[in-house]
């Protein structure tokens, strides 16, 4: 990773089998002022973020950094809690269009700083570019597709064998020990990805789950079914505490399945541990998924078991080849559109937003008291 580890770091958006699969509709809030980066690739919209980043840290305690889920050493976003600002790269694939206009958002627009006449002087080189990116993308949903429907058939072998009474109730004696109702008041749910399949491979950001929880409870299920049933009970028993949840979604299943779930307020956190994804960190306490499986029903389809693994393996590795090849192949188009730009002119537009920026804070803390 090119952030440093001691930020917290997630995706708000996945390559996913059914293509690229975004959440950046969180970003537009009645409440948050969003500045919506648009223009080309190589146009320095993360660079802006960053110095933006660097600009109010002093100001804002809880800085968020959303990575690109195509090349996680590049910013996609980037939170200010304490300020209720956010900056965010509304281009292709995440759009991002605003819900009310200079209220709410305001769109900076980048491309203006183009030569638009230069670019169409190289559309011949370009053009190919785009469509190839387009075409490796079609190709790396369609072998995450084949992963997750090989997983799948796991997942639902697993789920015939799994005592789900049992984990309701386990769920239960947990919340009753770690979830102290707050009041009458239901907690929020935000949505992220802890995970992304990148052309690096499948990246997650541990860092962050340490960040956010100093107990993380591991479940341990090379299956899928256990874990799915035990994340979705707490979550909605937190819930029902008043607590605000993080609920990060599988990348592979990202519309119905859930990978891990943190409370913050708690510093407590809950994360899948599996033969794709084993944590470089201490668990607070681990549950295994054995304790709700009937072992001798599931050693039936042992074979099976072991097939799907083994293929959604080879197909994952198959999309992480074709994701690094759109991610090279982005690159050679950032670089033409770096050619073209009119970098004094950037340079005025960046500086006027960043003194907005700092401006907006300034107007948003509490006076000092002496």
């Known amino acids: 990773m090119s952030l440093e580890q001691n930020q917290v770091q997630f995706f708000l958006g996945a390559n996913a089998p059914q293509g690229f699969v975004s959440r950046f509709d969180q970003l537009c809030r009645q409440d948050w002022r969003c500045f919506i980066l648009k223009g080309a690739p190589g146009l320095g919209k993360s660079t802006l973020m960053r110095q933006a980043a660097a600009l109010l840290q002093d100001r804002c305690e809880n800085i968020e950094y959303i990575l690109c889920s195509s090349d996680p050493h590049s910013l996609d976003a980037v939170l200010f809690h304490d300020l209720k600002i956010a900056i965010a790269d509304g281009t292709s694939p995440h759009v991002i269009e605003p819900m009310f206009p200079g209220v709410c958002e305001r769109v900076v627009q980048l491309s203006d700083c183009l030569d638009d006449d230069s670019l169409f002087q190289l559309r011949d080189e370009i053009i190919p570019l785009y469509l190839s990116g387009m075409h490796t993308g079609e190709q790396a949903s369609r072998y995450l ?78 299956w899928g079914a256990s874990s799915r049933l035990l994340l979705y009970h707490l979550r909605t028993l937190a819930l029902d505490a008043g607590y605000d949840v993080i609920t990060c979604q599988s990348p592979l299943y990202p519309d119905d399945r859930m990978e891990h779930l943190f409370i913050p307020q708690l510093s407590l956190g809950f994360m899948s541990v599996h033969f794709g994804h084993r944590p470089v960190l201490e668990p607070y306490k681990v549950v295994n998924a054995r304790r709700f499986t009937d072992q001798s029903a599931i050693k039936l389809r042992k074979k099976r078991i072991s097939f799907n693994r083994k293929a959604a393996l080879q197909m994952l590795e198959q999309a992480t080849l074709l994701l690094f090849e759109g991610m090279e192949n982005h690159r050679c188009i950032e670089g033409y559109y770096a050619s073209a730009l009119d970098y004094e002119h950037l340079d005025q537009l960046a500086d006027g937003m960043l003194r907005r920026l700092v401006r907006m804070a300034d107007e948003a803390l509490p006076p000092f008291e002496g």
Not at 151 to 172: H, N, P, S, V
Request: aromatic share 10%; proline share 0%; glycine share 6%.
């Open 145 to 222: 597709s084949a992963a997750a429907a090989l997983l799948g058939d796991t997942y639902r072998i697993a789920l015939e064998c799994t005592d789900a009474a049992k984990i309701a109730r386990f769920a239960q004696r947990v919340a009753s020990r770690e979830f102290k109702r707050t009041g009458d008041r239901k907690g929020t749910e935000h949505f992220r990805f802890l995970s992304a399949f990148t052309g690096e491979g499948c990246v997650t950001l541990d860092h962050t789950a340490r960040l956010l929880a100093e107990r993380i409870y591991f479940l341990e299920d090379d």
